[in-house]
């Protein structure tokens, strides 16, 4: 059973970069895409960026110009930085498995409120 | 971006209610198009993907169709596990983009 457990610093302050890591128990990172998905306090799901090992990331044009999604294959994990934070940016934030086949986001993590404020 | 947008918003309906929401993509999503269930305090959960596929483990009342730019999905007869928001979410194009959601309350 694949399972990926999130972490993170919850209270940033603005201009201030945030860093997400999320490891991958039960399963390996090759042959699925590890994706970042935010979701601000009680509005819908935005997708931030994704990730597949041996293949570029690919960012939410929105987000690209301060997001950076990398994989640690020796911890088998992946991470989020958010550079330039504003109280935009917060967010209950989520790591996510996407299928190669299906194109589905099928394993979620528990998600991590990030806070921006002064 | 793709537009999804998802309708009704939101609606009221009894235990053993059929329920259909629909979803609207600006351009031909190629049936990449996966439906999610989401509680309060939880992470979204998958339940139907590439339109029509249910996902294991997920009940079979729920069910989805469509093609192109059109899609639905159905809770054949409603539960009380199932009053949660749910979402569709297209996956051909980048970046990945969802629909603003439904929310499913008790009548």
């Known amino acids: 059973q694949v399972q990926l457990q999130q972490w993170g610093a919850g209270l940033l302050k603005p201009s201030e970069t945030l860093s997400l890591t999320c490891v991958v128990y039960?399963?390996?990172?090759?042959?699925?895409?590890w994706t970042w998905i935010r979701q601000a306090p009680g509005k819908g799901l935005e997708w931030i960026g994704e990730?597949?090992?041996?293949?570029?990331?690919f960012y939410n044009p929105s987000l690209k110009s301060r997001v950076t999604i990398s994989l640690d294959t020796s911890k088998n994990q992946f991470s989020l930085n958010l550079s330039s934070l504003t109280a935009a940016d917060t967010a209950l934030y989520y790591c996510?498995?996407?299928?190669?086949?299906?194109?589905?986001?099928?394993?979620w993590g528990h998600g991590t409120m990030v806070t921006v404020s002064s | 971006d793709i537009q999804m947008t998802q309708s009704p918003s939101s609606l009221s309906a009894s235990v053993g209610d059929r329920v259909t929401i629909t979803c609207r993509a600006s351009?031909?999503?190629?049936?990449?198009l996966n439906w999610y269930q989401q509680k309060p305090g939880r992470a979204p959960n998958l339940l139907i993907y590439?339109?029509?596929s249910l996902q294991s483990g997920v009940p079979s009342r729920f069910s989805g169709n469509g093609s192109g730019t059109d899609y639905t999905f159905t809770i054949s007869s409603l539960r009380p596990e199932d009053f949660a928001t749910y979402y569709c979410?297209?996956?051909?194009?980048?970046?990945?983009?969802f629909g603003q959601g439904t929310k499913v309350e008790i009548k």
């Open positions: 990730i597949n090992y041996g293949v570029s990331a």
């Open positions: 039960g399963g390996s990172l090759s042959g699925y895409y």
């Open positions: 351009q031909n999503i190629k049936s990449y």
């Open positions: 996510a498995r996407r299928q190669w086949t299906s194109f589905a986001f099928d394993i």
């Open positions: 590439t339109a029509s």
């Open positions: 979410q297209q996956s051909y194009f980048t970046p990945r983009t």
